[in-house]
């Protein structure tokens, strides 16, 4: 069994990307946000091939030690000698006659990029761009120096300074970018271009690339590791540039071929980064397995991708699980990726996913979940799952911890008790925790009709001493003395449970559904309301041929009052049930969404979201397990619309298409905005400026750049312009 470990720092999530098509006064409102201080993990990833199986629960996966992260700084752009400070100017006024375009030239355009570079370099010193946050919104300012690079190659693209704008575009496009790790980071595409450029025109190999790129690049390190790829390539190589961001090469006789995978080159939070090559599909060749860290204050987070690589191009695999598709595995912690031969997964290879469950700096003990998955040819369809507590640490309420494991008495039981545990969120107090995990225990031994064994649990629970905060153990030792008499007077536990707040309903629905014996569905259904089930509507999936037969449900959760909508299959000799998404009709819409080459995907519609889920039957346990996610229907934010058309526009231009179109449409975008008075009239006004000297119409030209001038002095695009006018003589 292969085993891919790795421990990292984590972050708050994706962020959106900073708009550095605003100005410079938005940024210094944001930049006064202040990040907590980060606690830093070095990556550490062991690739330790080994036959023993999984871990048993007694053992705790290895982790990295805890030392700093080597800071990133932003290394000054190589650039052309800086001019002089520009002096102040009156802004052009009135029709604007006496201004006039400065005639353009490679030079010119060298001198806008470095005192932009200036600049922006001066804002680094900015207490407005200090912290976690504030150095988020400089670095999304480097998009501005990168779209100075970008205009000047639209112009001067044999200019002999091009060559270097070419470089700096690469950094300081990926410097702006702040998101995550990420597919879509700009600069995956602009170093790809750089290195298939060397390559395809015998300027380097991948035995000189490194050397290669350290010739143009001093900012970063590239490292070239050769690997084994598609049988039809000549060659093929994982290259990573810091350590950070991935691309895979091949060569077919002297052709190479370049891809950009992820990046997280530039994240403006501590972050870490590993890699390895390992086969998980049993197919023979080995699979890309990239995995990433982001940190914030308060904990640390990895995710997991994987590449197959076999028909030459890398194509990313997805996850079929409870949640739905996903296009790889993260956890909030530590996480590995463990390959399983064929011969120990019943007859398919596949993979277990372990990871830290819950939080892992607020929970009193260590959680670990086992995700097991396996390979089904074009996908990796979870199977099943288990938690454990692990052994007490220096970090975990040891007491609490050895009390709790020794509860369980089978591995099922133990499985509840880790869940209960790693729950910490459910309650605000710690001295709740006991309670909880005493109570879901007799829950878990009152469905499986062991009464006597739930009434003893019940007994323990109520026999602890109260503690700090008996306010928030009451509802505990409530709901405990309610289930306890409700099982002392034989009482039917389907209905005890509803009428119980703390009890998990859906869970207890769940098991009854499937301890019924063969009953036709209407049959069934006359059953459930007589059990006290509050029944709204059902209907029949539109079944494609081969399909399982499958039936939905939309009931009243007697606990909240919500309907939910339930999917209901007859596997065998018993029905299966799971609750999919909670809806706000009797009657919502359900409607075959897609199918073709895997499980159909169903779509239920309920106002302005939809829920999307699959139908699949898992083969080792016979439940029903329909992964699903929802999709927001709702539309767009009007400013963001307008954000997408000016960057498409823009985008449009510096690709080199006919700036007359653009500039239309540039116009008719301004036409719909409130101006001065919207931030983004600035770079609207700027771009109708350069489509239009591109043009050749200076007049509108002027015109549109006065205007930013006039109405916008603080954009940091003034300083572009100021280049670009003149008094007439």
Known sequence: MKIIHSSFTTSDGPVSRALWLIGVGIFLLAGCQRGLPEAAVTPDFTHTATSTPL??????????????????????????????????????????????????????????????????????????????????????????????????LLRFPEAPQADRWRWDLAYNQGLAYVNPASDQAPELRAYAALMSDALNTQHATLETLSAWFASHETRLDLAVTPAEGSPQADASALVSIDGMAYFWVTRRSTTYTVVGLRSNLFYFREAGSGHDLIDLTGDGQPEIVLSFSESNCCGFSTDHA???????????????????????????????????????????????????????????????????????????????????????????????????????????????????????????????????????????????????????????????????????????????????????????????????????????????????????????????????????????????????????????????????????????????????????????????????????????????????????IDAASGLLVPGYGSVDRTDPEPDLVRDAQLETWRDALLAGQEPGVIREGLRDLRAELDCPEQLICATVDYWIGLTSELLGDEQAAVEAYGRVWDEAPDHLRVIWIRLKLDTSP
């Open 306 to 616: 994987i590449y197959d690589v076999t028909s030459g191009q890398p194509i990313r695999l997805t996850f079929v699980g409870p949640t739905g598709s996903l296009g790889g595995l993260a956890s909030t912690g530590d996480s590995s990726i463990q390959a399983i031969p064929a011969n120990e997964n019943e007859g398919q290879p596949g993979l277990i996913f372990d990871a830290t469950y819950g939080d892992p700096f607020l929970d009193p003990c260590t959680i670990r979940r086992y995700d097991r998955y396996h390979w089904t040819g074009r996908e990796f369809v979870w199977t099943s799952s288990r938690h454990a507590v692990l052994p007490p640490d220096q970090y975990n309420d040891r007491a609490f911890c050895q009390e709790v494991r020794a509860l369980g008495q089978t591995d099922a039981e133990a499985e509840v008790i880790a869940q209960a545990a790693g729950d910490y969120y459910e309650s605000s107090a710690h001295t709740v925790l006991p309670l909880r995990v005493r109570f879901r225990l007799a829950e878990y031994r009152a469905r499986q009709g062991q009464s006597d064994a739930a009434q003893s649990m019940l007994a323990s629970l109520l026999a602890i001493p109260e503690g700090e905060e008996p306010e928030s153990e009451a509802p505990w030792r409530d709901a405990a003395r309610v289930l306890l008499a409700d099982l002392q007077q034989d009482q039917p536990f389907l209905a005890s449970c509803s009428r119980n707040l703390l009890c998990d309903w859906p869970a207890a629905l769940t098991q009854w559904i499937g301890a019924q014996p063969t009953l036709r569905a209407d049959q069934l259904a006359l059953n459930l309301r007589a059990a006290g089930v509050d029944l709204r509507a059902s209907g029949l999936l539109s079944l494609t041929p081969g399909g399982t037969p499958t039936l939905w449900w939309v009931l009243r959760n007697p606990h909240t009052g919500q309907r939910e909508f339930w999917l209901l299959a007859q596997v065998g000799g018993h029905f299966s049930a799971r609750v999919v998404a909670a809806v706000e009709q009797d009657q919502p819409r359900v409607t075959l969404h897609y199918t073709g080459g895997g499980p159909d995907v169903y779509a239920v519609y309920d106002g302005r979201r939809s829920t999307l889920f699959q139908v699949r």
């Open 55 to 152: 871990p048993p629960t007694t053992t705790r996966p290895p982790s990295a030690t805890p030392t700093p992260l080597p800071t990133r700084t932003m290394t000054a752009t190589p650039s052309a000698t800086l001019p002089p400070p520009l002096t102040a100017a009156t802004p052009p006024a009135g029709d604007r006659s006496g201004w006039r375009l400065v005639p353009w030239t490679a030079e010119q355009a060298d001198r806008l990029i470095a005192q932009t570079a200036s600049q922006l370099r001066a804002l680094e010193d900015d207490p407005n761009f200090g912290g976690v946050y504030g150095r988020k919104n400089l670095e999304s300012l480097y998009g501005l120096l990168g779209t100075a690079e970008q205009e000047a």
